[in-house]
């Protein structure tokens, strides 16, 4: 099968629909997780959050700093947000404990690969075609993931989540794509953690991304 320029447009296209897709879903939704934002977020209007507003600052804030404490910061590519760790906090004789764990995280891939329900579920959603359904229960449209094939969270998929909800889409001021905002590569931010993730170096790193993923998976 040959493919042409052509179909190299067309699945460009697509991409590009559904990242856009996923980044106004995940607009909305921040709102209402962030609950004790001050000034209060609005959903269809970005440009009270990111630096403007402590809730959204807190969690793009790099893990280094303090948001309440620090007078000048850098963010860029190479630290990681808050957001990415368990309850916000940060062990800097452990950085890799909590990490990947948010809960504003967990949300949005959940959001973003099975359905806004199952955002507050503790349980997995059932994948399509697996358990019998109720009597009267509405049959559901397939979700992303089911329509993928995916049986797994799968590393990249957690990293493209984590750049959807980064300094540039949901927690942002920012009202369009770039791909370099400020001091802040997005695509670089991408590498980053796909590095960190499939790097490895030794057992022990092997050993928590392996933990990390079944923590995903469980």
Same mark, same amino acid.
């Given at each position: 099968? *040959?493919?042409?320029?052509?179909?190299? #447009?067309?699945?460009? %296209?697509?991409?590009?629909?559904?990242?856009?897709?996923?980044?106004?879903? #995940?607009? !909305?939704? +921040?709102?209402?997780?962030?609950?004790?934002?001050? &000034?209060?977020?609005?959903?269809?209007?970005? *440009?009270?959050?990111?630096?403007?507003?402590?809730?959204?600052?807190?969690?793009?804030?790099?893990? %280094?700093?303090?948001?309440?404490?620090?007078?000048?910061? #850098?963010?860029?590519?190479?630290?990681?947000?808050?957001?990415?760790?368990?309850?916000?906090?940060?062990?800097?004789?452990?950085?890799?404990?909590?990490?990947?764990?948010?809960? !504003?995280? +967990?949300?949005? +891939?959940? #959001?973003?690969?099975?359905?806004?329900?199952? +955002?507050?579920?503790?349980?997995?959603?059932? &994948? &399509?075609?697996?358990?019998?359904?109720?009597?009267?229960?509405?049959?559901?449209?397939?979700?992303?993931?089911?329509?993928?094939?995916?049986?797994?969270?799968?590393?990249?998929?957690?990293?493209?989540?984590?750049?959807?909800?980064?300094?540039?889409?949901? !927690?942002?001021?920012?009202?369009?794509?770039?791909?370099?905002?400020?001091?802040?590569?997005?695509?670089?931010?991408?590498?980053?953690?796909?590095?960190?993730?499939?790097?490895?170096?030794?057992?022990? %790193?092997?050993?928590?991304?392996?933990?990390?993923?079944?923590?995903?998976?469980?």
């Amino acid at each position: 099968m *040959t493919i042409t320029d052509h179909d190299v #447009l067309q699945l460009t %296209e697509g991409a590009d629909a559904a990242c856009a897709d996923d980044a106004c879903h #995940l607009k !909305l939704a +921040v709102v209402t997780w962030l609950t004790d934002a001050n &000034p209060r977020l609005i959903a269809h209007d970005k *440009t009270g959050r990111g630096l403007y507003n402590d809730a959204t600052a807190r969690l793009i804030c790099p893990v %280094e700093f303090d948001w309440d404490k620090a007078e000048y910061f #850098l963010i860029t590519a190479h630290s990681w947000p808050r957001f990415l760790y368990k309850d916000g906090r940060y062990d800097p004789a452990n950085p890799a404990e909590g990490s990947f764990q948010g809960i !504003l995280l +967990v949300k949005a +891939v959940k #959001l973003t690969f099975t359905s806004l329900s199952s +955002v507050d579920e503790e349980d997995p959603v059932v &994948p &399509p075609g697996q358990g019998k359904r109720r009597r009267g229960e509405r049959r559901m449209r397939m979700h992303i993931a089911g329509l993928l094939g995916m049986k797994k969270v799968a590393t990249r998929a957690i990293t493209y989540v984590a750049v959807q909800v980064s300094l540039q889409f949901a !927690l942002s001021s920012c009202g369009s794509w770039r791909l370099v905002d400020g001091l802040f590569n997005h695509m670089k931010f991408y590498d980053n953690i796909v590095s960190w993730f499939e790097d490895t170096r030794d057992v022990k %790193e092997k050993k928590f991304v392996d933990e990390l993923l079944w923590w995903w998976n469980k």
